[in-house]
């Protein structure tokens, strides 16, 4: 069992920046791609980034390439979500996954899930 714990979360006016961390106390992601969703009031859950531990490679949904990034830290054993321009769409909660398959898009291709952490963009 991995447990993912994320932080990071909050209240930013709209054009504002937050960023959110993911860790897996004592655990290495070595050899999982790391996945981002989010989850609006009402919307199903839906896949924001993700990135390959091995060799980096990243991934973005189309409405949030150019304002988030997704990176990590092999020391801290952390993987981050940078998220600029901050839109009152992209409010929503905001879960930390990790799993082991070739595809990353789905809920499915993800065997465990962090707790979420609440973000809330103003307008």
């Known amino acids: 069992q991995v447990q993912l714990v994320e932080s990071g979360g909050g209240l930013v006016q709209a054009g504002g920046s937050l960023r959110l961390s993911c860790a897996a106390p004592?655990?290495?992601?070595?050899?999982?791609?790391m996945g981002w969703f989010r989850q609006a009031p009402g919307k199903e859950r839906e896949f924001v980034a993700a990135l390959y531990w091995t060799d980096t490679r990243t991934y973005y949904a189309d409405f949030v390439k150019g304002r988030f990034t997704v990176s990590r830290d092999n020391a801290k054993n952390t993987v981050y979500l940078q998220m600029n321009s901050l839109k009152p769409e992209d409010t929503a909660i905001y879960y930390c996954t990790a799993g082991s398959s070739a595809s990353y898009t789905r809920t499915t291709d993800y065997n465990y899930w962090g707790q979420g952490t609440q973000v809330t963009v103003s307008s």
């Open positions: 004592g655990r290495t992601f070595s050899t999982y791609v």
